[in-house]
């Protein structure tokens, strides 16, 4: 008997039980990696109970398994949209075949639809996202032209997939620090195997920004005296970093590019990086670190920006220290590609 036969007869036997296979969904399926089969299952038990409220709260947590709630707060940074649908209009003069990485919430396929595309692959890993993405395009009437295509970008095929390379690239598999989602690899591969040799992409340039700063709303990320206690030896566990949102940072110096990633070039910067910033004066107790996108034809999407709910601000803890106006202060960094680490020099 194969592991799928047991997952069968149990399955059968708790047929008739809505809570049982809920729980099997989320205790036996979910447990072992599949997603998809659990997912499956919540919504055979919800379409034979459509108004079960019970039933509706088990099966979300299910069915919402391991979808970041970013997605709710990204889409809500409209001048972020705005940003890139001029980029894809000035892109799309033409149309031609758009290519989608990362598609997530599917809208920024649907923006090159709208902007002239004759046809957008919209590549999405999560098979579950990408089943949503689906539903969204043809609940609003771009079936037609946005193709869904539930694959690594990576493992795309030309010939299969999509029928020719792309004309333009937008990517969007990002992280508060950039790459942490593997841009480089996904936008190297593209530009080797999926688009046109003068394909734009969007974005096509990004720098990694560094500045001093002052948590406005610390939360204690270090642990001294607890109630008359000494609890600093679990500090070897405390965050490097840790997310934040405007407003509550100040900055303590101008800002500066730490690494710059040209991707239309496919120029990196070299794994370690320094700027030297000039403190405005006051406490500075980390560094805060942020990305200025550029999406060609001039236009420049910054995470720092008040409006931009997008992206978060990733906050470097540094021991405190008090600035005076005008000091010169040295920070370094390193990147793997994938991660990135800052701090100050030594004064
Ligand atoms: C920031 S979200 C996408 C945002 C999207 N532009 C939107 O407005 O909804 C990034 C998405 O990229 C997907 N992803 C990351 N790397 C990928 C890759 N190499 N190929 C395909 N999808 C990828 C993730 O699963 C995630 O859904």
């Not at 890139?84 to 920024?108: C, M, N, P, Q, S």
């Not at 040799?197 to 974005?203: E, L, N, V």
Request: charged share 20%; aromatic share 8%; hydrophobic share 45%.
């Amino acid at each position: 008997m194969t592991s799928d036969d047991t997952t069968d007869l149990l399955l059968s036997r708790l047929e008739g039980n809505p809570v049982a296979l809920l729980n099997f969904a989320r205790t036996f399926l979910l447990a072992k990696g599949r997603e998809r089969e659990a997912r499956e299952v919540c919504e055979r038990v919800l379409a034979a109970s459509p108004h079960d409220p019970e039933l509706a709260a088990l099966a979300r947590s299910v069915i919402g398994h391991g979808i970041g709630s970013w997605y709710f707060t990204m889409v809500q940074d409209v001048n972020r949209h705005a940003l890139y649908e001029r980029a894809l209009k000035a892109a799309l003069v033409k149309g031609g075949r758009v290519l989608d990485i990362g598609a997530g919430t599917g809208l920024f396929a649907m923006l090159a639809a709208r902007c002239g595309a004759d046809e957008v692959i919209a590549c999405e890993q999560n098979p579950a996202i990408a089943d949503a993405v689906r539903d969204t395009v043809a609940a609003n009437g771009l079936s037609d032209r946005v193709k869904v295509v539930a694959k690594l970008s990576t493992d795309l095929q030309l010939g299969v997939d999509m029928q020719g390379p792309a004309d333009v690239v937008i990517w969007d598999n990002l992280a508060n620090n950039l790459i942490a989602q593997g841009a480089t690899k996904a936008v190297d591969d593209a530009k080797r195997r999926l688009a046109v040799p003068a394909a734009p992409f969007i974005p096509s340039r990004a720098e990694i920004m560094l500045a001093l700063a002052h948590d406005l709303k610390p939360e204690n990320r270090q642990m001294m005296i607890v109630d008359g206690f000494d609890l600093s030896a679990f500090n070897r566990f405390a965050p490097s970093g840790y997310t934040k949102q405007q407003p509550s940072v100040a900055l303590r110096s101008e800002s500066r590019t730490i690494f710059d990633f040209d991707f239309q070039s496919g120029s990196y910067p070299p794994e370690r990086g320094a700027v030297s910033l000039t403190a405005s004066g006051g406490q500075v107790d980390g560094l805060i670190q942020w990305v200025r996108f550029h999406l060609g034809h001039g236009i420049v999407y910054d995470t720092l920006d008040e409006t931009a709910h997008a992206f978060g601000l990733e906050f470097h803890g540094v021991t405190p220290i008090d600035t005076v106006p005008g000091q010169a202060i040295e920070a370094g960094g390193r990147h793997d590609g994938q991660s990135t680490w800052f701090w100050l020099e030594r004064r």
